[in-house]
T-cell receptor, first 112, second 115 residues
Framework: DQQVKQNSPSLSVQEGRISILNCDYT??????FLWYKKYPAEGPTFLIS?????DKNEDGRFTVFLNKSAKHLSLHIVPSQPGDSAVYFC???????????FGKGTSLLVTP | GAGVSQSPSNKVTEKGKDVELRCDPI?????LYWYRQSLGQGLEFLIY????????KSGLPSDRFSAERTGGSVSTLTIQRTQQEDSAVYLC?????????????FGAGSRLTVL
């Protein structure tokens, strides 16, 4: 059973508006969650992470929110730009192992 | 090198043939990972090497899959007697162990097509 779930396979947002990408998880024993961004024919690239002791982390236009009671995290992109169009993966870094467990990804399309 | 290099970038093979995929990680990174992404799927963990420790092979889907890492650097993923369901993009990543989140740096991947 998948430990990290991204239930929305795709999302379309207008340029300048907010994009909200969601992720749910089942394993409470984790150290960090990470978000990666992937363009076609390229490898995933690291975007932002959040520690289990935080509920928010911000880096420029990107903010990740963690709700531990709901086992839910979200990535907010404000304002969205056409170059943000990509597949976004959330990943869990649990303290029981060092490999990352990834969700299936959400494809974001930002339209002009 | 500056990034993670993978070769070949594309490989088309016939069912039943063996294939080898190569990964050259970032110099100095002690950890190396193989993942694969099948069509419409997420990133599936395959195997993880950390220094001189025994590799974590828990993600390998069958005994047709194996990987080795020579000299703590370059890694080769071998798939024997390929099947059509092995068609996927195989991604290699490396990281350096330290404090904070374990940030993996990925290569561009090797796209395998089994006919």
């Amino acid at each position: 059973d998948q430990q990290v779930k991204q239930n929305s396979p795709s999302l379309s947002v207008q340029e300048g508006r907010i994009s909200i990408l969601n992720c749910d998880y089942t394993n409470s024993m984790f150290d960090y969650f990470l978000w990666y961004k992937k363009y076609p024919a390229e490898g995933p690239t690291f975007l932002i992470s959040i520690s289990s002791i935080k509920d928010k982390n911000e880096d420029g236009r990107f903010t990740v929110f963690l709700n531990k009671s709901a086992k839910h995290l979200s990535l907010h992109i404000v304002p969205s730009q056409p170059g943000d169009s990509a597949v976004y993966f959330c990943a869990e870094n649990s303290n029981s192992g060092y490999a990352l467990n990834f969700g299936k990804g959400t494809s974001l399309l930002v339209t002009p | 090198g500056a990034g993670v290099s993978q070769s070949p970038s594309n490989k088309v093979t016939e069912k039943g043939k063996d294939v080898e995929l190569r990964c050259d990680p970032i110099s100095g990174h002690t950890a190396l990972y193989w993942y694969r992404q099948s069509l419409g799927q997420g990133l599936e963990f395959l195997i993880y090497f950390q220094g001189n420790s025994a590799p974590d092979k828990s993600g390998l889907p069958s005994d047709r899959f194996s990987a080795e890492r020579t000299g703590g650097s370059v890694s080769t993923l071998t798939i024997q007697r390929t099947q059509q369901e092995d068609s996927a993009v195989y991604l290699c990543a490396s990281s350096s162990r330290g404090t904070g989140a374990n940030v993996l740096t990925f290569g561009a991947g090797s796209r395998l097509t089994v006919l």
